[in-house]
């Protein structure tokens, strides 16, 4: 979460789709491929300056790193939105996608990198195994998010 909050629109890169954390748990740089969906709700954000996430007061990085506390009511609506479990965590959803990566790619050293895990055994605490006949129904749901990623950049571009 806070390599999140922290990051600043200077390390974005929308026409590459990705983004480079420096402050990380692990004291190395990393770097993160951004789904259709989320670049497109990027472009979206009409200030491109300073932070890329912030609170009607300011930076939420302005106000030190809460284990993130700071973020309840944003991470509420959010929740709310995309129709999730109230009880869902950011780290839950970074379970999901550290499982969900490995039932399509099958690829522990991608998933490594990707996730910027220093050692195969902290993947595997993440990486759950699901059952086998999953990867259809991932692949399907992300392909959606990026289909509608694209018709809302559509959309926009005829309205804008």
Do not use: C
Request: proline share 4%.
């Amino acid at each position: 979460m806070a390599e999140a909050i922290e990051l600043e629109w200077r390390d974005v890169d929308l026409t590459g789709a990705r983004v480079i954390f420096w402050r990380t748990k692990s004291g190395e740089p990393r770097r993160a491929f951004l789904p259709p969906a989320v670049v497109a709700a990027l472009v979206s954000l009409p200030d491109r300056d300073g932070r890329v996430f912030r609170w009607k007061g300011g930076d939420y990085a302005d106000r030190g790193r809460q284990m993130g506390g700071h973020i309840k009511t944003a991470w509420k609506g959010a929740i709310r939105r995309a129709g999730l479990d109230p009880a869902v965590t950011p780290h839950d959803l970074r379970h999901t996608w550290a499982s969900w990566h490995y039932a399509v790619n099958r690829d522990l050293l991608a998933l490594k990198v990707e996730g910027g895990w220093s050692s195969v055994t902290l993947v595997e605490r993440y990486a759950h195994l699901l059952p086998a006949g999953h990867k259809g129904a991932i692949q399907a749901f992300w392909d959606e998010l990026d289909t509608s990623a694209a018709r809302g950049k559509d959309a926009a571009a005829l309205t804008g």
